[in-house]
Every structure is written in structure tokens, then in C-alpha cells.
């Protein structure tokens, strides 16, 4: 099984600085068929269902703002958040979709405001 | 629109059974693959189970393997998630969710989760 390990577990940032989130899988979901990784990030606020943010590691979902974005490859990857806004708080969770016998998502990081 | 909405959650004693169901509208129901992913209260996102688009196949997590069935009536584009011999360490909100896009006998592999349910708590306690 592929295990998502998430750092920090939560982090508190000030309005309008940048926010970072670490996703570590425990093997590589990068595919040698498309060459893409088949990474998510989910956006969840309290009381709410997911929210999908980001996929194919990078690729934003049609209308989350340009100050979320995704980076890495493999085995490591980032979600940034630009230009912290209030809205932002909430806990977010990358999750592997490269196994389809056994998904798996990260522990979670709150992102509070400083 | 995309909606999802599960039904049938509510209060099971341990070792009882539970039926969930998860109504889908404003998309092809039959041409993708559907999740269902549980959140134990206060704790993360958890992966339970899978159907193939057809009901054909389905995947299931090592913690619900052979107390929990998937399955799917693509006529009234419903998603069923049956639970048996529940404990407590199944207390949680259940969502169901869709997957990969599936077409003419073949599937993408966009098996992102998007859209989400509201989601249906159950509680297992006596």
C-alpha cells in the first residue's frame, strides 16, 4: 500500500504571505505510461466535504484561485498558497490515486491564520 | 448541476448492519467509477471502497474486506454501500464520491475524487 505522509500538521501563516504543505508518498506515483503523477489535493473547511483543489500533481481545478498551486514529482510534492486570504482556512489533504486496489490520503494540515 | 447525496445513516449497535445510500443527478452516472471515503470525527479522510462503472468490479479497503459491499443501480443512479457486522471503529461521516471517467469499453485514468457528498453519519455504539 502506498502511504501519504503529510508535513507540517498544521502551520499557521499571516494574511497575505505564502503558505507551504508537504505531501511525501511512500513509493512514486508517477506513471511511466503518461508521464504524470497521479497526485490530488483537497481543500476541506469545517462542516463541509472536500473539496478538490488540484490534480495530476499541478493541474488546478476549473475556478480555485491562481494562488494555489502544485508542484513536485514522484515521491515529494507542495502545495502553495499565495497571498493568504481568510477563506483559506481550513485542512487540506493530498491523496494517491496511482493504486486503484488501494487509494490512500495524507494525514491532514491545518492552516491557520497567524 | 453535479450532485451527490448519501441517505441512510443514523445509529447501529455493534455487530448490527446499516445500508447507505448515495443519490447522483446532473452527470452520466453510468460512465464512472464511484468511492466511498469515511471521516471518523475529528480525525482525516479514509478511503473505503470502489465500484467499476458497470457494478462489474469492485475494491475495497483492508479494514471493511468482507463486511462491507459495494454496489449500484445505474436505472435509478444510486450508489449503495451495505455494512455488516459493524464496531465502533466504523463511527464516521460516509461520503460518497465520484471517480474515473469511463467511455466505449475504455476508462481514464482521472480517478481524482470530485464531486463530493454532503456526507451520512453513522455511529455504531450501544
Known amino acids: 500500500d502506498i502511504v501519504m505522509t503529510q508535513f507540517p500538521d498544521s502551520l499557521a501563516v499571516s494574511l497575505g504571505e505564502r503558505a507551504t504543505i508537504n505531501c511525501k508518498a511512500s513509493?512514486?506515483?508517477?506513471?511511466?505510461?503518461?508521464?504524470?503523477?497521479?497526485l490530488a489535493w483537497y481543500q476541506q473547511k469545517p462542516g463541509q466535504p472536500p473539496k478538490l483543489l488540484i490534480f495530476w500533481a499541478s493541474t488546478r481545478e476549473s475556478g480555485v484561485p491562481d494562488r494555489f498551486s502544485g508542484s513536485g514529482s514522484e515521491t515529494d510534492f507542495t502545495l502553495t498558497i499565495n497571498n493568504l486570504q481568510a477563506e483559506d482556512v481550513a485542512l487540506y489533504y493530498c491523496q494517491q490515486y496511482y493504486s486503484t486496489l488501494q487509494y490512500s490520503f495524507g494525514q491532514g494540515t491545518k492552516l491557520e491564520i497567524k | 448541476e453535479v450532485q451527490l447525496m448519501e441517505s441512510g445513516g443514523g445509529l447501529v449497535q455493534p455487530g448490527g448492519s446499516l445500508r447507505l445510500s448515495c443519490a447522483a443527478s446532473g452527470f452520466t452516472f453510468n460512465t464512472y467509477w464511484m468511492h466511498w471515503v469515511r471521516q471518523a470525527p475529528g480525525k482525516g479522510l479514509v478511503w473505503v471502497s470502489r465500484i467499476s462503472s458497470d457494478g462489474s468490479s469492485t475494491t475495497y479497503a483492508d479494514s471493511v474486506k468482507g463486511r462491507f459491499t459495494t454496489s449500484r443501480d445505474n436505472a435509478e443512479n444510486t450508489l449503495y454501500l451495505q455494512m455488516n457486522s459493524l464496531r465502533g471503529e466504523d463511527t464516521a461521516v460516509y461520503y460518497c464520491?465520484?471517480?474515473?471517467?469511463?467511455?466505449?469499453?475504455?476508462?481514464?485514468?482521472?480517478?481524482?475524487?470530485?464531486?463530493w457528498g454532503q456526507g451520512t453519519l453513522v455511529t455504531v455504539s450501544s
Open positions: 513509493q512514486s506515483v508517477l506513471s511511466t505510461s503518461n508521464n504524470k503523477n497521479f
Open positions: 464520491t465520484r471517480g474515473r471517467y469511463c467511455t466505449s469499453g475504455s476508462c481514464f485514468s482521472n480517478d481524482w475524487f470530485d464531486p
